[in-house]
């Protein structure tokens, strides 16, 4: 079995696929630790010094590598892997299952707020409000990506280690 998370920054990908993958017995990948230990950056310093397209193009590269594996594994990807290029088409072509998880826009923005320092595409939000604006636009344009997956969990409010109870 092989399961790819996806869905937008601070949806829970990482939470609840390792508590899955812990479940399941199965091998658990974070996409940005698989990327950060592979180029010896971190995804902050990357997007600082080379730029966002280079990453772009190296998170189109290693997630070629993970679709590839042939291992099981539970996969929790980047917020923005299956949205450049054909990677969502790539992800649907390749075996296993595709869950978007679902959160609403309002919860994304309250979760995302205390960690956009560290998250480079949300860094350039200094209010609440403007974070909130830009996440729907956002999720709005990456909205016909993730709702390509498999499967669609849809957390509402909930935190991710709430919904790993319901
Ligand atoms: C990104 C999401 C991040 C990370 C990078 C870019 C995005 O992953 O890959 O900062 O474009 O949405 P998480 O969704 O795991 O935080």
Excluded at 4 to 18: A, D, N, Q, V, W
Excluded at 71 to 78: D, F, N, Q, R
Excluded at 95 to 117: A, D, F, H, K, M
Excluded at 124 to 149: G, I, M
């Amino acid at each position: 079995m092989k399961i790819y998370l996806i869905g937008y920054m601070g949806s829970g990908k990482s939470t609840l696929g390792r508590a899955l993958a812990q479940k399941q017995q199965l091998r658990f990948i974070d996409f940005d630790e698989y990327l950060e230990e592979k180029e010896g950056q971190s995804i902050a310093t990357i997007f600082k010094e080379k730029g966002e397209i280079y990453f772009r193009k190296r998170e189109s590269h290693y997630l070629d590598e993970l679709l590839d594996l042939e291992e099981e594994a539970v996969i929790s990807l980047g917020g923005g892997t299956p949205c450049y290029g054909d990677a969502m088409q790539r992800i649907k072509a390749a075996p296993g299952t595709s869950v978007y998880i679902n959160v609403p826009v309002t919860e994304l923005s309250s979760r995302l707020w205390s960690q956009r320092e560290h998250r480079p595409v949300l860094n350039h939000q200094d209010t609440p409000e403007k974070l909130e604006e830009f996440v729907r636009k956002h999720l709005f344009e990456r909205s016909f990506y993730y709702n390509q997956a498999d499967l669609i969990l849809r957390t509402q409010d909930q935190t991710p280690e709430d919904s790993l109870k319901a």
